[in-house]
């Protein structure tokens, strides 16, 4: 490895090639703080230098594992001794933003937050959003097709991507830097990258669609009594708002009760004793219309027994106190530490049965453990966060199949956001057949024959 860094170095500079105490002084990831284990971390600053750094890597058969924010929750940035870390910190600029064509151009390693601001400056908008976007890198996002927030208005990651450019294990470069709403010309190559974690080629620029600005928000917390009220919520609010509907996110009483009341992390805007909670989030442009149509919304609901209370955000410090108790991740962590957390996805009508089972079968195994349950309903998607007491390899086993099992009957995901990394590896074959499994494994074949990219991660051993 000492020559190919030396190589390496000779191309990129030897400031941008770290080694020893630089690389141990950087953690892995964000939720275990574990320190990085990689032989060095890798820094090329243009696409130019990461394709000659591939190029080099590929000829010594030299492993390599992508390094973004390293916001993931799932182990997709773990790198061993004898892989090199890829981070493309020194590729975080914003390239362009086409007012009148509605794109922002990036580099992968922009932070989600400053191509949100590069957007609003031109009076736009990149409706993406998530708790980290102060971390989390377009490339990451782009590489774990990130949800987020907002997705029952503006969907996924892959929605918001016209082109991408990404370079190949090899060192070739795969420019699609497609500006365009229609281009139905061959394959949509972008696909490919989009989701696939690092494991078919690193990302390093991207065409992003923006969107008209939405500068009126409407937010609230209301209680429901029960979850069929919730989901009658659900349908009633995405009527009457007329597509405004930007977030439903639907917190278990677990979940709320432990962040206000129980911790007295957060004050509780609404008494603590129903079973559910959601935070209401509409985007407007008339505010007087607008806020008119939101407190008609939430009256007939009211009418229709689908709520019981509500509270609506008079003000920004209002509405950041509401989505606090949503996103109060390190408090979660220190009430269930040891903590492990999923992110799955099912079936909204199944939800209830599902968590009730799930909550009763960690009881019956471990009767002080809790679930606490919270998630973007209106997607399906579910958020799940465990504390039994003990963090032993055997015990994570154990409760990672208490939560995935009972998926693969009601054709749920074991990854609805996050990606699959190293630790939904194993369970990838409940959520997708053999078939989809072994056509993985032969374009991780054809664009990565000697398993150089992020080896190990999303496909199980034989797969690819």
């Not at 927030?149 to 996924?156: E, H, T």
């Not at 991507?161 to 365009?180: F, K, P, T, W």
């Not at 007329?242 to 917190?251: I, K, Q, R, T």
Request: net charge negative.
């Amino acid at each position: 490895m000492d020559a190919l860094l030396k190589e390496i170095a000779e191309r990129i500079g030897p400031a941008n090639v770290l080694v020893g105490d630089d690389v141990a002084a950087r953690r892995v990831d964000w939720l275990t703080g574990a320190p990085c284990r990689a032989g060095a971390i890798v820094r090329p600053g243009s696409t130019d230098e990461l394709a000659a750094v591939m190029r080099a890597c590929h000829a010594a058969r030299q492993p390599v594992v992508t390094h973004g924010g390293l916001t993931g929750l799932v182990h997709g940035a773990e790198a061993a001794p004898e892989e090199l870390a890829i981070s493309l910190e020194r590729m975080s600029a914003i390239e362009a933003v086409d007012p009148v064509g509605g794109t922002l151009t990036a580099q992968a390693g922009a932070p989600l937050q400053r191509v949100q601001e590069a957007a609003e400056a031109v009076g736009l908008q990149f409706p993406l959003d998530l708790g980290a976007r102060g971390s989390c890198t377009i490339g990451g996002n782009i590489a774990t097709n990130a949800g987020g927030i907002r997705v029952i208005r503006y969907g996924m990651m892959r929605q918001q991507v016209l082109g991408l450019e990404a370079v190949l294990a090899d060192g070739r470069v795969i420019s699609s830097m497609n500006h365009m709403l229609k281009n139905n010309a061959g394959f949509d190559l972008k696909q490919l990258f989009i989701g696939s974690e690092g494991t078919l080629g690193i990302v390093t620029r991207a065409v992003l669609r923006l969107q008209p600005p939405t500068p009126d928000v409407q937010t609230a917390l209301v209680a429901c009594p029960s979850f069929t009220a919730l989901t009658g919520l659900l349908g009633h609010m995405g009527r009457a708002l007329g597509g405004s509907l930007a977030a439903f996110e639907a917190m278990w009483q677990s979940h709320y009760r432990l962040l206000t009341e129980e911790s007295g992390r957060h004050p509780p805007p609404l008494a603590t004793d129903a079973p559910f909670y959601v935070i209401l989030e509409s985007l407007g442009t008339d505010p007087v219309a607008h806020a008119a149509q939101f407190s008609r919304a939430l009256e007939e609901a009211l009418e229709a027994a689908l709520i019981d209370d509500a509270v609506i955000a008079q003000s920004a410090q209002q509405r950041q106190g509401i989505w606090a108790i949503r996103e109060d991740i390190e408090g979660l962590i220190q009430a269930l530490s040891p903590l492990f957390t999923f992110d799955v996805s099912l079936p909204i009508p199944a939800m209830e049965r599902y968590v009730a089972d799930l909550e009763a079968a960690l009881h019956r195994r471990w009767p002080e453990g809790r679930l606490v349950t919270f998630g973007h309903l209106g997607d399906g998607n579910l958020h799940l966060s465990v504390g039994v007491g003990d963090k032993a390899p055997a015990t994570r086993t154990a409760v990672e199949s208490l939560v995935y099992t009972p998926l693969a009957e009601l054709g749920g995901s074991v990854s609805a956001e996050h990606g699959i990394g190293l630790e939904k590896r194993d369970y990838l074959a409940i959520s997708r057949t053999p078939e989809e499994i072994a056509l993985m494994g032969t374009l991780k074949q054809a664009l990565d024959p000697l398993g150089l990219l992020n080896r190990h991660k999303v496909l199980p051993h034989g797969a690819g």
